[in-house]
């Protein structure tokens, strides 16, 4: 579909990205973290685009398994959400694939 | 206003209260932490009261000064949202409050 199609082509041209929501504070929490880190991830706010936003969830729950927000890519890679990401980073895991996608 | 009275009498008859979404990871969050420490909180899950949830919250900023999700109580007084309470607990005072409360 033409949404299957934005997505894929946002999170391979993009070394980090984040579908979150505004008003959601495990999406703040995500997007504090890669900033503490020094990387500006390219963040999709699903609250802010309509009804587009339910539509995109839907496309991502198809592509990743995952309804929830965040949602998080790297290198184009599905990582999950925030607590899979704050899991990689107290293992030392996170900053090795921010290098190798070319977001630090 | 009648919503007053309800959250009034709630907050002054429960020793822990807790108003909650059930979709919100801080709210789980709060709601876990709680848990942990052998207290059963009388929760209140806005999203499933139809209208009355936005009217709820409403209210609870008028007395609380706070519209957000978790809005925690405990002994009738406003203790804030889920790092409020976390924050209490990391300094020891959480439980004291919880003692004091008749919660545990
Ligand atoms: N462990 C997940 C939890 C994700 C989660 O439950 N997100 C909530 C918002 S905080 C959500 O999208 N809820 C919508 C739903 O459950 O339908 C993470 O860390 O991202
Ligand atoms: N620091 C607060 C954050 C509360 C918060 O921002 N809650 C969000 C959901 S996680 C909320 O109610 N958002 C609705 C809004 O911002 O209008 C806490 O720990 O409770
Ligand atoms: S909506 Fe509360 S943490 Fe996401």
Do not use: M
């Not at 290198?75 to 030392?92: M, N, P």
């Amino acid at each position: 579909s033409k949404l299957e199609e934005t997505i894929k082509k946002t999170v391979s041209d993009k070394p980090v990205v984040v579908y979150s929501k505004t008003w959601c504070s495990y999406s703040s929490e995500v997007k504090t973290l890669f900033k503490r880190l020094g990387v500006e991830p390219h963040v999709i706010e699903l609250d802010e685009l309509g009804a587009q936003g339910p539509q995109l969830q839907k496309v991502l729950e198809r592509l990743t398994g995952q309804h929830t927000v965040p949602n998080v890519f790297i290198g184009g890679k599905h990582i999950g959400g925030c607590t899979d990401t704050v899991k990689l980073h107290r293992k030392g895991e996170l900053e090795p694939l921010l290098s190798g996608s070319g977001a630090k």
